[in-house]
């Protein structure tokens, strides 16, 4: 069993900063890719940044230069520095990991619950 809980979502003004937190709990889990993504309401889910447990990134050109993502190993834990926001930055932020499970001798998918990112003009 693993969990996803993200923190850090609030209002920002453009041009502001926020960074969201995604951490991971559970046992007998290695965790190999922690992402980013974002839904816009009417819109689909599409990926942000991406970082490999050994410190490689992607990022979608529309964050490219503004976001940047990384992680802690020791504490399972991801993060998101977003500056420079924009009003189409606006939208609820999910935290997704891919990992391998001892137990289950298998890769499982987790996504958290999501956290809303509101940027005014």
């Known amino acids: 069993q693993v969990q996803l809980v993200e923190s850090g979502g609030g209002l920002a003004q453009a041009g502001g900063s926020l960074r969201l937190s995604c951490t991971a709990s559970?046992?007998?889990?290695?965790?190999?890719?922690m992402g980013w993504y974002r839904q816009a309401p009417g819109k689909q889910r599409e990926l942000v940044a991406a970082?490999?447990?050994?410190?490689?990134?992607d990022y979608s050109d529309s964050v490219k230069g503004r976001f940047t993502i990384s992680g802690d190993n020791a504490k399972n834990t991801a993060f998101l520095q977003m500056n420079s926001l924009k009003p189409a930055d606006t939208a609820v932020y999910y935290c997704?990991?891919?990992?391998?499970?001892?137990?289950?001798?298998?890769?499982?998918?987790?996504w958290g619950q999501g956290t809303l990112v509101t940027v005014s003009s």
């Open positions: 997704r990991a891919e990992c391998y499970s001892g137990s289950a001798d298998r890769y499982v998918e987790v």
């Open positions: 559970g046992n007998g889990f290695m965790i190999n890719v």
């Open positions: 970082i490999t447990s050994t410190g490689m990134t």
